[in-house]
């Protein structure tokens, strides 16, 4: 897996046109200088439920390394990208803001008012950074280096001279996922959530779908297209009926019953749910990924 990235501008005025967004420029620049790949921006208002969906769409769907959010980090009654950050991670990393803020101390006795976190969810690195873009531009200069190798231990499960991925990511935990449907603000419009759970299977394609004789399967390399993938979710979401898609690919050289993926829709009724996931784990299987069978000697 490649260092792969989001930018997210937490900006009440940003998200509705009102003031140009120079800090998440900034720190795109920073980071694809830096070798990352950012295949992911977006301006959000500093609403709890806004800010949850961009950072978990980021790490559950997108499956991205890095997620850096600049804004929502001071004192006003409105700046809540710290709170609702804490509740997503599954682990904190205290050292990371604790560096910017030393280093922002070296600028400004204000420097200690931050109050950006950062922290692991599954494996993707999230990391706070201030509104302003030249506090954010000091604040992740400071840490960069540091953060590329800790994505680089994160991604390849401890050591950042191993070759990833095999064994595949760490899959998600659907409890969560409903858990977090439910509590999202489209919930009460939702009649049904209708889940697929793709893993791999020791029997070959061909004799499942032509009835020939063929060697088990023993594992899989798998891989995906994420903006592919990112799109075919975004589309269906559109669908008369249908208010919550989330989904999650797995890629590397996977086992018999590893995870291939998994996909979460809910909707208002029976026929538009059923229909709408038909429809995107098809495209999914079509369009955006990659497989190959590794049979047994």
């Not at 990391?127 to 190798?149: C, M, T, Y």
């Not at 993926?261 to 059923?274: A, C, K, S």
Request: one cysteine or more; proline letters at 5%.
């Amino acid at each position: 897996m490649s260092r792969t990235a989001a930018v997210i501008t937490i900006s009440d005025k940003g998200a509705r046109g009102e003031r140009v967004d120079t800090s998440g420029p900034a720190v795109k620049e920073l980071l694809e200088a830096a070798g990352f790949q950012v295949l992911h921006t977006a301006i959000v208002p500093d609403e709890a439920a806004d800010i949850r969906a961009e950072l978990i769409k980021c790490a559950d769907e997108l499956g991205l390394a890095l997620v850096v959010t600049t804004g929502g980090t001071g004192f006003s009654p409105r700046d809540v990208t710290p709170e609702v950050t804490a509740e997503v991670l599954e682990r904190t990393v205290p050292g990371i803001p604790e560096a910017m803020r030393a280093e922002s101390m070296k600028v400004t006795d204000r420097g200690c008012l931050s109050r950006g976190i950062a922290g692991i969810r599954a494996r993707t690195l999230l990391v706070n950074l201030p509104g302003s873009e030249k506090a954010a531009r000091e604040n992740l200069a400071a840490v960069l280096p540091a953060i590329g190798h800790g994505v680089d231990m994160l991604l390849s499960q401890g050591s950042a001279d191993c070759a990833v991925p095999v064994g595949g990511k760490t899959p998600p935990s659907m409890d969560a996922w409903l858990r977090e449907a439910k509590a999202a603000p489209d919930s009460g419009k939702v009649g049904m959530y209708l889940t697929h759970n793709g893993v791999v299977r020791a029997t070959a394609r061909t004799q499942v779908r032509e009835g020939k004789a063929q060697r088990a399967v023993t594992g899989m390399r798998f891989g995906y297209d994420k903006e592919r993938a990112e799109a075919a979710a975004a589309e269906i979401r559109t669908w008369p009926g249908i208010f919550h898609v989330r989904i999650w690919l797995n890629e590397g050289e996977l086992a018999v019953g590893d995870d291939l993926m998994y996909v979460l829709v809910g909707g208002d009724i029976r026929p538009h749910v059923i229909a709408a996931l038909e429809a995107l784990v098809a495209k999914l299987k079509k369009e955006c990924v990659t497989e190959e069978e590794i049979n047994s000697n």
